[in-house]
């Protein structure tokens, strides 16, 4: 799928790079339709075509992280936040021993909110080195860009998001049911505590049957050109020349 960097250490040392992007994903159902890898797609899609717009180190993808709320459905696997927390970390100072001054977090999972936590206490104790992207208004970005019918909120899993971008980016990973597979679940107050289980069966909440390729295709561009203003935002331009 192209989504793992196949560059050699002599393909980093020409382009010298300033900046590095980490994908984090997770290893949790997607519903009945979509693979326990769908996180990890998403993330490295993202992390895959910023680094071809902008001169990035394309690092590895995180494959699994934080899915404790998805324990009821087997194949779902987690670690702690307390070793998400430390892995991201260590791959932030082995950056820095390198030369890398900067680490971009390119999240795929809602569930990682220790993400949040690395990024300001590790810039907090060393300077702006970390941040985190795509962030809540860049999805909410993403969605308006490809004409979606659902919000953040409502389609939060499994649904018209990630249905879209992995019919684009894999289309041979997406089996048949996602067209039946919409349910809505809009009040989960207790999510944290008793897991996705308490409010779906399917494992899906969302609208998965309003995701297309084109959605998935026009939403993808949408995160790569918003990626510009995270860039501005951090002072990371000079760091980051276009690949254009």
Known sequence: MDLVTAATAADENHREAGIALLPVGSFEQHGDFLPLITDTVVASAIARDISRAYSTLLLPPVTISCSHEHASWRGTVSISSQTLYRIVADVAESLTRSGVEHLVLINGHGGNYVLANVVQEYTAANGPTMSLYPQSHDWTKARQDSGMETDNHEDMHAGEME??????????????????????ANDRPHLLTLGMAA??????????????????????????????????????????????
């Open 199 to 244: 409010y779906t069966t399917s494992g899906v909440i969302g609208r998965p049957s309003l995701g297309t390729r084109e959605k998935g295709k026009a939403a993808l561009e949408s995160f790569t050109n918003s990626f510009a203003d995270h860039l501005r935002a951090h002072g990371m331009q000079k760091h980051a020349a276009s690949e254009e």
């Open 163 to 184: 249905t879209s971008l992995l019919l684009h980016v894999a289309p041979h990973l997406v089996r048949d049911g996602n067209e039946n597979a919409d349910w809505l």
